[in-house]
């Protein structure tokens, strides 16, 4: 997705690619939220977005910021956000997920998933 990063801000440019790494610095979790959206929104024009954040339980300490930004205004997005994490502390790093199944979301009108390990 980063080749949309033409409709970013240059603020906006400059932070997500110090959050990926590509430059040095720390962005804020607004200004990363903000361009992710923005790459989010022009993605959702032309093709099903799924965006998967697989085992957040170890992302680091920013990175929840993002996510809940991206969570709160992406309602209005054609897109679907899926996370999957393992519930028990033992099991951590270790085997697989069992699937569960879909329910509605409090709220929503998509589908909500929880798996437990």
Do not use: K, N, Y
Not at 81 to 99: C, Q
Request: glycine letters at 8%; one cysteine or more; hydrophobic letters at 40%.
């Amino acid at each position: 997705m980063l080749h949309r990063s033409i409709a970013l801000s240059a603020h906006q440019r400059d932070a997500l690619e110090s959050a990926l790494g590509v430059r040095s610095g720390t962005p804020s979790g607004f200004a990363v939220g903000a361009a992710a959206l923005v790459l989010l929104d022009e993605a959702v024009r032309t093709a099903l977005v799924l965006l998967l954040l697989d085992d957040p339980h170890w992302i680091d300490s920013s990175s929840p910021a993002v996510f809940t930004f991206l969570q709160r205004r992406c309602a209005e997005l054609p897109l679907v956000i899926v996370g999957a994490t393992r519930t028990d502390p033992r099991l951590l790093g270790r085997g697989r997920p069992r699937p569960s199944t879909c329910g509605p979301c409090p709220g929503r009108t998509l589908p909500c998933c929880r798996a437990g390990v």
